[in-house]
């Protein structure tokens, strides 16, 4: 061998982790792409930041930064404006450091990514594979670098809670999902997950049983309401401090915002109130109403929740709350980006699956930032909706797949059971 080729195939550890010099190699390279890849569309000024995050910097600057927390500048949680409270005292382009923060948290959720698939693999290659699919996926860099939005702040914590999750901590997994509500509303898609779980636990190939205590989610509020403390002290009202994702909920009236789901079918042009409040209550009901036949499913269904079925199941899940409930903007299909990701490097022959859902994501952006429609609603809505059936599709076979080796564990030997189950 070339002297290069010993020293990239070297391996290194990390604790309970060996990796190649090659390996190490890639994630520099990628991670220092990447960045320039976000740097380079840091001086792009969306609407968003013109409408909204610039007025509320400058609101903030003039209220002498933290002081300002006693005032209802913004209908953003009170976590978000805690930290752009902070970035307020800094000589720098706001814009520069409200991306600044979204793109800290593009990494955050890498790192995430990438221990998540090392705990169900064990494999590093596949691992840095994950985490350099997330930092390249195209919506990822647009919602933080060019939009200026923050929604990889929820998705990073979310992702940190399923790390805990599939090392069999519960606890810490919802903690985090907490945290991550506190900055927005949106990790609620990912609980009617962690109800599933309560309702039929996840159990991995090294014995590590994962069941989800109810009373877990008396946590969720807890760091919600501790970001509300300083401004209720500095004295903004007590219901405006909690109530902001109240008013969220009422500010759009339209019953989805450039998102593929169920709504994109009908002519928003024609609906007046009631109409629009009665579908949607309607799409609520019936969004609970298909998560709890897919809880019923899996509780009767005599399986094994290992890894992939696990995975699965968050995906499908966050794919029906999003394509189910009304009032779902474009960019809330992060979170189904980044575990489709986790889907497909779990399950390979699955890359197509969530090729196609990153695409949809990207082409409902396309309007918003850049006035260019990928698909009519209507067409993209049918798009979508074929993906979901896919994704459950999947789920469903691999159960019919699991029960199958649960049975024949009775009754071949012990000694010819195969060690791959997942």
Not at 87 to 103: E, H, I, M, N
């Amino acid at each position: 061998m070339r002297k290069i080729d010993i020293i990239l195939n070297y391996y290194i550890s990390f604790g309970n982790m060996k990796v190649k010099v090659i390996d190490l190699v890639f994630c520099i390279c990628v991670l220092i792409i990447s960045l320039n890849a976000r740097i380079a569309l840091f001086p792009r000024i969306s609407g968003d930041y013109i409408g909204f995050l610039l007025p509320w910097m400058d609101s903030i600057k003039e209220l002498k930064g933290l002081a300002s927390l006693g005032h209802e500048i913004s209908n953003y949680s009170s976590a978000y404006m805690i930290i752009m409270s902070f970035l307020s005292y800094l000589r720098v382009d706001p814009l520069y450091s409200l991306k600044a923060v979204s793109v800290f948290f593009d990494y955050v959720a890498a790192f995430a990514v990438f221990a998540l698939i090392f705990v169900l693999t064990h494999n590093s290659r596949r691992a840095i594979i994950g985490m350099s699919a997330l930092l390249m996926i195209p919506t990822g860099i647009l919602n933080s670098a060019y939009w200026a939005q923050c929604d990889m702040i929820y998705v990073s914590f979310i992702l940190l809670g399923l790390c805990y999750y599939f090392n069999g901590n519960a606890k810490q997994a919802v903690w985090l999902t907490a945290i991550a509500l506190a900055f927005k509303l949106q990790a609620l898609f990912i609980l009617p997950f962690y109800v599933i779980m309560w309702i039929k636990p996840y159990v991995g190939k090294n014995g590590i049983r994962c069941e989800v205590n109810p009373l877990y989610f008396l946590a969720l509020p807890i760091p919600y309401l501790a970001f509300t403390l300083p401004g209720i002290i500095l004295g903004r009202g007590i219901i405006s401090s909690i109530g902001v994702y109240m008013n969220q909920a009422d500010t759009y009236p339209w019953l989805t915002l450039n998102y593929p789901n169920i709504y994109a079918f009908f002519n928003q042009t024609y609906l007046v109130e009631p109409q629009i409040s009665e579908l949607a209550k309607s799409g609520v009901w019936m969004t609970m109403l298909t998560l709890g036949v897919l809880a019923y499913f899996l509780y009767v269904k005599d399986v094994r929740m290992n890894a992939n079925m696990t995975v699965t199941t968050a995906l499908f899940s966050v794919l029906i709350v999003l394509y189910g409930l009304p009032h779902m903007h474009e960019r809330y299909g992060l979170l189904i980006d980044v575990l489709a990701i986790i889907y497909a490097i779990l399950r390979p022959s699955r890359l197509p699956v969530a090729i196609g859902l990153i695409t949809g994501s990207l082409m409902s952006y396309m309007l918003f930032l850049f006035g260019r429609e990928g698909l009519p609603p209507f067409y993209h809505a049918i798009f979508q909706l074929i993906l979901i059936i896919f994704v459950g599709m999947d789920l469903y076979k691999q159960s019919k797949g699991v029960k199958r080796r649960i049975r024949l564990s009775t009754i071949v030997p012990e000694s010819t059971h195969s060690t791959n189950e997942d």
